[in-house]
């Protein structure tokens, strides 16, 4: 009776672990590929988590600024939709991975990592739009 008993509660506590991380949110990093895929969406949330500067240097078309660094970081993504797919590059992926953290922690369901970020896509030959 002992073992079934420890049984039945390892296996309650599977599935109310299993099913408490689904909606938690997910981190799923990406190929660039797999990201020209998501672009195509119309729902999806780029964000590039540079500094200003960096990103007046080129970016990926349709991304928002987001300053991953910047004080106001955690007031501007509560401008971003929480139930929506978020699609988040840095320089080389460093930046956007802590973010993608933070945003799980925040509430946000579906979140896309570029992997090794708009260094990675230029290197590919993906098109970058420079400020005029």
Partial sequence: MKKLSFTLLLC???VFT?????????IKVVS???????????????????????????YIEK???IDFNSPT???DITKLDKEKPVVLYCKSGGRSAKCAKKMKEAGFVKIYDL???????K???FEIKKEL
Wanted: charged residues 35%; contains cysteine; proline residues 2%.
């Fill in 12 to 14: 309650l506590t599977l």
């Fill in 73 to 75: 970081f955690d007031k």
């Fill in 32 to 58: 660039t590929e797999e990201m020209q895929t998501l672009l195509e969406l119309d729902d999806v949330q780029l964000v590039d988590v540079r500094s200003p500067k960096e990103y007046s240097e080129g």
């Fill in 115 to 121: 992997e090794g970020g708009i260094s990675k896509w």
């Fill in 18 to 26: 299993s099913c408490y991380n689904e909606t938690e949110g997910e």
């Fill in 123 to 125: 290197h590919k030959g």
């Fill in 63 to 65: 991304s928002q600024n």
